[in-house]
Structure formats: structure tokens, C-alpha cells
């Protein structure tokens, strides 16, 4: 395989991807470059929603497609806000709003553990009865404020206490260590290997 699509349209997982598979020769394409609409995210999992924007994009594409579903899981908020991570403060999507909602509803609560989850979903065709599946965790904090300016998402309030520092502090060599989303494509590349 030395080409697949990418179920995204953010251009920071794109990034993400596009430097974590190039060393494999793996071209990514986007969703957008091939003109493909987003699927719908109807499911109350991660995994559901992965596999159906995968089986999405390689039936309009035609090629392997590659679907992430990943999101933050704070444990004081039973696991939100889980699969609506990109949507927490409704639409259109902004980091910005959600990191401030996030921060509002978090404001008086002294549990802070939160992790990030990653789930990574591989068809080879669109009807792939064994879609390739891998997911990471990575495990961390809700600061009090934002700090940083790397990153996406929820990075400048994802405290490390192992690092003493928030995600968004970290370089993009750093996070392609440790974050759920290398992880998950570590696995899933081992995966690929033996499959």
C-alpha cells in the first residue's frame, strides 16, 4: 500500500499523519483533495464512528482509507466530552470554544485526570470484512488555564505531570512519541506488517 485517504478534513491530524507515515512511503491524500464529502458521526463510540468515515471515503475514493475517531475522556465528566470532542460547544466546530467551555465546566472540579483516546480504523476497500483497528490512550490533566501554542484541539490544556508541561508545548518530534494518536498508529502499522 503506497497510497491511502485520509477520513479528515483536519489539517492538523493531516499533518500528523503525513509525517508519521511518510518514512513507510505511504502517500496521504485528504477527504478534500478528492473532493468527498464528511461522513456522518451518528455513533456513541469512537470505533463506530472511525469505521463508518473509513468505509465513507474509500467507497467515494476508491482507494485504503485511514479514519481517525479520537477525543478527550475527563474522568470528572463520566468520559465527555468522549466522541463530541470536535463539537463540545456545538457548531461550527472551534477549538477555541470548546478549550472555553471545557475550562467553564471544569472551573470548580479538583479531579482533573483526563486522557486523550485514539482509535484508528484501516479498510482496504470499502466492504474490508477485517478492517485493520488500533487505539491509544494518553494519559494526562485539565489545566486551569491554556498555555502553549502547538498542537490542535484541547493541546494548550492538556497538562503532562510527567513533563511539566501542557501538550501544546511540545514538539511535533515530542508528541510523535508519546501521544494517543502514535500510539495507535504504531499498532496499527505493526498490524499492517503481519497483514
Not at 512511503?25 to 469512537?46: C, D
Amino acid at each position: 500500500m503506497n497510497k491511502l485517504v485520509l477520513a479528515s478534513n483536519n489539517p492538523g491530524k493531516l499533518k500528523e499523519f503525513q509525517r508519521m507515515l511518510a518514512p513507510f512511503g505511504i502517500e496521504v491524500l485528504t477527504q478534500a483533495q478528492l473532493g468527498i464529502s464528511e461522513a456522518e458521526e451518528p455513533h456513541g463510540t469512537f470505533v463506530e464512528n472511525a469505521l463508518a468515515k473509513a468505509r465513507h471515503v474509500s467507497r467515494a475514493s476508491g482507494l485504503p482509507a485511514l479514519a481517525d475517531d479520537s477525543g478527550i475522556c475527563v474522568d470528572a465528566l463520566g468520559g465527555a466530552p468522549g466522541v463530541l470532542s470536535a463539537r463540545y460547544a456545538g457548531e461550527p466546530k472551534s477549538d477555541a470554544r470548546n478549550n472555553e467551555k471545557l475550562l467553564r465546566v471544569m472551573q470548580d472540579v479538583t479531579d482533573r485526570r483526563a486522557h486523550y483516546y485514539c482509535v484508528l480504523v484501516l479498510v482496504r476497500h470499502a466492504d474490508d470484512p477485517q478492517p485493520l483497528i488500533a487505539e491509544g490512550e494518553w494519559q494526562g490533566e485539565i489545566a486551569h488555564v491554556e498555555r502553549g501554542d502547538g498542537g490542535f484541539g484541547y493541546d494548550p490544556m492538556f497538562w503532562l505531570p510527567d513533563l511539566g508541561r501542557m501538550s501544546a508545548e511540545l514538539s511535533h518530534d515530542e508528541k510523535a512519541q508519546i501521544s494517543h494518536r502514535a500510539q495507535a498508529l504504531r499498532i496499527l502499522l505493526q498490524r499492517l506488517q503481519h497483514a
